[in-house]
């Protein structure tokens, strides 16, 4: 079933394809990209996006959308339901939990921060929250970049996905307690050594922004991000259970194949916070993605401190709550995707954020689906001929990778 948002942002497609499809050497003025200095993109394949989507319900699904933005163009497009018990049809303009897409904004209040020399990012955690790691050499950066070797408490939480969210769903924690969660497993590797990806440093990371401003993440978050770039759909939900407004219903995918989905849309996010307890809309992580790697949010030696790449596993690089994902057709895109219970998100952009692809599914912990999903990054920034092999702009972006174990600092 295709919904009535995803008819329309069929015509709106439309006026998207004739602008996206300018020729590299044209000196078209309308398209940014080209002014920004960003690589001339392959026009995005809709179709293919279409078809990402509707594989992803075909894989059990109950809902898919997406959005692109480019250059003041919008393509939309939704299938599936928002919710399995009235049939509402799933758009665009329905709330979703973004998960760990949250990490960008917390290391962007974070860098802002840095901005106004609050904190140093080669500073040891401990001098701002004296005595909270064992280890003193742990410094800021190692933790936005997932190199501090803190154990992530949610492997633990979540090693059997509905007891663990069930038992979780509707308790408070506080920032500490998850911390001590961590703190009770050994460190996984040598503060600065490689990238190790865990919720605990982005609980620590809420920490740092909530001691060094004296306000809680969704008042920085609100004043920073969410009022300047007017995200009317954006909203820090914790330890509220309910999404407010419109929003997609999250279900979660039992362990045991053949089980029915799971209702997970009322939680409390608690265990999540600030590492993924962000609520948005498609619209809104674009426009937050192309503010950011536009250079609207930090200045640009702050946006450079973020995409400072340490490797983080095939076709992928981490900076600082940025993630770089490196596609087939050599064409590099800035994100964070995210996974909560009941719903799985994308949402990346263009070097400069002149295109931006959010997508989501109503449901988690299915692999089959998150992989498709990997798919509409392919559609949106590669375009139908999407295997050529990898081109400059890969290679070029792999060069400034640190190497594990030889970071900088
Ligand atoms: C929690 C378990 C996964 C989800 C997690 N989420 O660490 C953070 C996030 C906030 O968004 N991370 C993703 C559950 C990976 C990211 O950075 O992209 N899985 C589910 C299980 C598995 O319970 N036993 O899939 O809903």
Redesign the pocket.
Known sequence: MVSATARRGTVVGAVLLSLLAVPAHAAAPRDSTLATGEVALPKPDLDGLRADLRTARRQGAPGAAARIDAQGSTFRTATGVADRATGRALGNADRFRV??V??IFTATVLLQLVDERKLRLDAPVNRYLPGLLPDGRITVRHVLSHRSGLY?Y?NDM????VP??EAVRDKVFTYRQLVDRSLRRPRTNTPGAVYA?S?TNFVVAGMLVEKLTGHSVRTEYQDRIIEPLKLRDTFYVHPSTRIPGRHASGY??P?RAGAPLVD?TRQTASW?QS??AIVSTTRDLNTFLRALLGGRLTSAAQLAQMRRWVPAGANQAYGLGLRRRDLSCGVSVYG???????YYTYAFASKSGGRSLAAFVNT??NGTVHATMLGTLESAFCGKRAKAPRGRTALAERHEDIAAGAARD
Do not use: E, I, P
């Open positions: 998960g760990s949250t990490k992530d949610t979540f090693a059997r996905t663990g969210f990806y919720n979660l995918t362990d997970a999540a590492a993924g964070h995707t995210g996974a909560v219970q009941g988690s912990n």
